[in-house]
């Protein structure tokens, strides 16, 4: 079969072209939600026995406690259905730092509207810190399918008007 040059010339582009740009844009993708958007992947923060939370510190007093000016550290336990404490209510424009871990398996830690996404597993710590500027109520949900109370897990974080 006869083909014209310039028609397989163009095929190839078609393909060479998207093959050069898809990566490209996955890489700007990535660049900009890690810079721009603060998103990360939360690394394991330490290890721990699950079975010995209540006597391992800080998850022997889960709560939210102020740790300087505008800064917060949340400590939260997940189990089997809910969340310890299931209630974190902090001033508009604090940085929240959460260190959190499962009692029993593996549970979700999402917080919508931020970029707020851990995964809680049994003997490991999970630690992430966001910005909460917008005051309101933000949904925590568990979004790992954690048995038959699953929808039932879930918080909120309460980010309380400054008055400024
Ligand atoms: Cu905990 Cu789903």
Redesign the pocket.
């Known amino acids: 079969m006869n083909r014209n040059p310039l028609t397989v010339y163009i095929y190839e582009l078609a393909w060479i072209l998207p093959s050069i740009a898809i990566p490209v844009g996955m890489l700007v993708a990535i660049t900009l939600s890690a810079f721009a958007l603060g998103i990360h992947l939360p690394g394991a923060a330490g290890r721990l026995d699950p079975a010995r939370l209540d006597s391992t510190p800080p998850f022997d007093r889960p709560g939210v406690r102020q740790v300087g000016p505008g800064r917060y550290e949340a400590v939260v336990i ?1 189990q ?2 809910r969340f310890t404490p299931n209630e974190i209510r902090i001033p508009a424009g604090s940085e929240v730092t959460f260190i959190a871990t499962s009692r029993d ?4 830690f999402k917080i919508q509207d931020s970029p707020v996404n851990l995964m ?1 597993i049994p003997g490991q710590v999970a630690r992430l810190t966001a910005r909460f500027d917008r005051p309101g109520e933000y949904l925590l949900v ?6 038959t ?3 039932v ?1 879930f918080g909120r974080v309460i980010v309380e008007p400054t008055g400024r």
């Open positions: 997940g089997i259905w398996v593996v549970h979700g809680l568990c979004h790992e399918y954690c048995g109370g699953h929808h897990m």
